[in-house]
């Protein structure tokens, strides 16, 4: 068997590390994990979340940043309608649900608790999500223009939909029936497809 390099084995800690932080964020949410479980749980002694992250907060931004949002930052989509570009954003998340639940499911975790008990995440998730509602009312606006979305208040319906999606966040983490994109697809196609 081939030895590692040293960056092969800086990034399979990493890769270790991310995946118990998440592992256990998931289930017992920020407040309930320590840097040493995390690291005791990767198989690496406690010391190396600092030694790679250089915290616990640092750990999680980058589970937010790599994982989650990296993903779903769309790209336009030109050849496709406004409410296929709409459907796409859905099917990205499945994607993400598909290869890294468990990930998907602990940046969940994390998002709302940034709202909650870890304001420190804030700067991270907020402008995100005011990202997100930006692109979802450029994307209706398209679709709107293009004629595969009725005509409605692109801003109202943007909000709309990024409150519905942390709602199907939150039945995805109660462990909810369905795939995440079905439940918004649905909705979409009934209230604002033509």
């Not at 980058?62 to 993903?71: A, H, K, N, R, V």
């Not at 499911?105 to 991270?124: G, H, N, R, Y």
Request: charged letters at 25%; proline letters at 4%.
């Amino acid at each position: 068997m081939k030895r590692l390099t040293q960056e092969e084995r800086v990034e399979k800690s990493r890769q270790a590390l991310l995946d118990a932080g998440a592992e256990l964020v998931a289930v017992q949410g920020y407040h309930g994990v320590t840097s040493a479980q995390i690291a005791e749980r990767a198989g690496y002694s406690r010391e190396m979340v600092r030694v790679r992250f250089g915290s616990k907060l640092e750990l999680m931004r980058t589970l937010l940043l790599e994982d989650y949002q990296d993903i779903m930052m769309a790209r336009e989509l030109p050849d496709v309608s406004g409410l296929e570009q709409l459907l796409h954003l859905g099917q990205q998340m499945q994607v993400l649900a598909d290869q890294a639940p468990v990930r998907l499911k602990a940046a969940f975790v994390l998002s709302l608790e940034a709202a909650i008990s870890v304001p420190a995440l804030l700067p991270d998730v907020e402008p995100w999500l005011h990202h997100l509602r930006r692109q979802a009312e450029q994307i209706i606006n398209k679709g709107i223009a293009d004629g595969s979305i009725r005509p409605c208040n692109a801003e109202n319906l943007a909000e709309a939909l990024l409150r519905g999606s942390i709602g199907t966040a939150y039945e995805y983490l109660r462990g909810g029936q369905g795939s995440l994109p079905d439940s918004m697809a649905g909705l979409l196609q009934e209230f604002i497809a033509v």
